[in-house]
């Protein structure tokens, strides 16, 4: 079972009562808490192999407070084309999402938590 996020607020993120201050992806039963892309604010499939590997139905990116993060086209086609779905928001919006995916959704949720 995935962990509930309790706050977010630009630059950090409370993940079952713990707060995180940097980038963070929550798998089922745990958080990496130090979430690192080979190209800072430029997600692609590479940076994404672990999650893949997991298995989720969903993925939930969060791509900061202002959106600054981008997610391509081409690397949520990647992850479709495993057959996961993707959702891609907003760190604040992308939260809420996976807040009402995590307890019923075999779901893993990378949230960049500043710009």
Request: charged share 20%.
């Amino acid at each position: 079972m995935s962990d509930r996020i309790s706050h977010y607020s630009f630059g950090s993120i409370t993940i079952d009562g713990k707060p995180y201050s940097s980038d963070v992806i929550i798998y089922p039963g745990r958080v990496n808490p130090s979430w690192w892309r080979k190209e800072g604010h430029y997600l692609q499939p590479a940076d994404l192999e672990e999650v893949v590997a997991t298995k989720p139905d969903v993925v939930v990116i969060g791509t900061g407070a202002m959106g600054v993060m981008q997610v391509s086209d081409s690397t949520v086609k990647w992850l479709e084309g495993k057959g996961i779905r993707v959702e891609v928001a907003r760190t604040a919006e992308a939260v809420k999402i996976y807040n009402g995916l995590y307890e019923n959704t075999n779901v893993v949720a990378g949230f960049h938590l500043t710009c």
